[in-house]
């Protein structure tokens, strides 16, 4: 089954700074690459995805790459704020619709 | 926010004890999805429905039931409750189609003593 691996655990930022986050991915018939933002005590919510067919998506100071031949995908963020802090999650679908995530990233943007 | 409704929010149930919680959408959407959430080990599947009475396991599935009976609602039963099951459990819903996006409930916190 589908296995998808993120890292870092942990990311530490200061303000401005760009923030990367990796992930890999497991099963090659995955089409749909989401990212969420959990802030603390809350439901996570999507900020940004990408499909298969796409190489790179942007939305603002967000941006995602995705590698199908390497399986793996990334989020960028840029001109980090200190509200960017969250966990951040990655996560790998297949036309099945079975959504698996990876491990999280704890991101903290010191003001 | 999207139609989606977990219950209860919270609970503490006693070792052994069975245990279910629901999950109810207004928004007529085929996929339905539970998670559990554990410091370290992020969203985990513990099982998914892609239609009624159309369900499948997910990565930590031992211990868990479930049952969807119609599109609205989809039931997690722990048969018999242990500790390692404390958790905070999340269930999404998502159309499947080319609007993927999963959403989610706002979680149930269960404790089992």
């Known amino acids: 089954g589908e296995n998808v691996e993120q890292h870092p655990s942990t990311l530490s930022v200061q303000e401005g700074d760009s923030a990367v986050i990796k992930c890999t991915y497991s099963d090659s018939a995955s089409n749909y690459f989401p990212w969420y933002k959990q802030e603390l005590g809350k439901r996570p919510q999507l900020i940004i995805d990408i499909r298969s067919n796409v190489g790179e998506k942007k939305d603002q100071r967000i941006a995602v790459t995705l590698n199908k031949t390497a399986k793996h995908f990334s989020l960028h963020i840029t001109e980090t704020q200190p509200e960017d802090s969250a966990v951040y999650f990655c996560a790998a679908s297949n036309q099945g619709g079975k959504l698996i995530f990876g491990q999280g990233t704890e991101l903290s943007v010191k003001p | 926010d999207a139609g989606i409704t977990q219950s209860p929010r919270h609970k503490v149930t006693e070792t052994g004890t069975p245990v279910t919680l629901r999950c109810h959408q207004t928004?007529?959407?085929?996929?339905m999805y539970w998670y559990r959430q554990d410091p370290g080990h992020g969203l985990r599947l513990i099982h998914y429905?892609?239609?009624?009475?159309?369900?499948d396991k997910g990565e930590v599935s031992d211990g868990y039931s479930v049952s969807r009976s119609k599109t609205e609602d989809f039931l997690l039963t722990l048969e018999s409750a242990t500790s390692s099951q404390t958790s905070v459990y999340f269930c999404?819903?998502?159309?499947?189609?080319?609007?993927?996006?999963?959403?989610f409930g706002q979680g149930t916190r269960l404790t089992v003593v």
């Open positions: 999404a819903i998502s159309d499947g189609g080319r609007g993927t996006e999963a959403f």
């Open positions: 928004e007529n959407h085929r996929y």
């Open positions: 429905s892609y239609g009624v009475k159309d369900t």
